[in-house]
């Protein structure tokens, strides 16, 4: 539920934003709403951001670029940033940020019932939880996405004190937690077609993420494509990464009424 919204300055005249506050958790959470200028109905798109804290921070020029495409966007900030209250937990409790999100973009007048997620970076493993938890998605994005929070763990020596810090200890110390973060083993649920894209040679997030997601997907008789860019890595030169905004996006609305594999709903 929205509780205020206001203008907020946009990059571009064709779209118009606002910087919303909505309810998660009993929670004042903020976030980024991108929509196109001219009146009408679209298709809505929930942005999950990348990082933690101020890194990885939404960009008004980044959600344009979709709303641009002609969708209705919304990227929350998630919980205890810019000023939201409450202290994000890293694809933890603040996953209800992004299902209240979704909930929220449902209900904008301007939205025409279907909606797209995508997840850039950590994001991807928040797109991934929200397409295992809730019904009726259109389709689903993880870009440079995390798939496994162990694998991060594992990977990045630099973000371990914080993870440690966060989720309470080390994937030795608290399986449990690092499990209920990883949405792999979750999967089965997932009922809507997703898009795998993926850097190679990716050192934030490495491949071998995507390489994960892909096989269990397919294990499991799941929709899934893969965009695999063998000579680019975690953040794409500009000029590919807007043709890769505008082919995805392309993708996204081509997946209406498409039906998953073995999914008989």
Not at 140 to 152: K, Q, R, Y
Not at 208 to 237: I, Q, S
Request: neutral net charge; aromatic residues 10%.
């Amino acid at each position: 539920m929205e509780l205020t919204r206001n203008p907020y300055p946009s990059p571009v005249a064709s779209v118009k934003m606002h910087e919303v506050i909505y309810w998660s958790d009993g929670l004042r959470v903020k976030g980024l709403l991108a929509e196109p200028a001219e009146e009408g109905t679209y298709d809505a798109f929930l942005y999950l951001r990348g990082g933690i804290k101020g890194v990885g921070m939404v960009r008004p020029s980044r959600i344009a670029q979709f709303a641009q495409q002609g969708f209705v966007v919304f990227a929350p900030y998630y919980r205890g940033n810019r000023g939201g209250e409450g202290n994000e937990d890293f694809a933890g409790e603040d996953r209800n940020d992004v299902f209240s999100a979704a909930a929220y973009l449902r209900d904008h007048p301007n939205v025409n019932g279907s909606l797209h997620i995508f997840g850039f970076s950590r994001g991807g493993v928040m797109a991934l939880q929200a397409a295992v938890e809730l019904e009726n998605i259109t389709s689903m994005v993880t870009w440079g996405g995390v798939s496994d929070m162990e694998l991060t763990y594992r990977e990045r020596k630099d973000m371990r004190r914080m993870m440690k810090r966060v989720i309470g200890g080390s994937p030795k110390t608290q399986p449990e937690s690092y499990k209920w973060r990883t949405p792999l083993y979750d999967a089965e649920h997932i009922h809507c077609p997703v898009l795998i894209i993926h850097g190679v040679l990716d050192t934030n997030v490495t491949f071998e993420h995507a390489v994960r997601l892909e096989n269990r997907l397919k294990e499991l008789g799941k929709k899934c494509d893969t965009w695999y860019y063998e000579h680019f890595d975690h953040n794409f030169p500009p000029l590919e990464n807007l043709s890769v905004v505008k082919k995805l996006t392309t993708w996204m609305k081509h997946q209406k009424g498409v039906k998953n594999h073995g999914d008989a709903s």
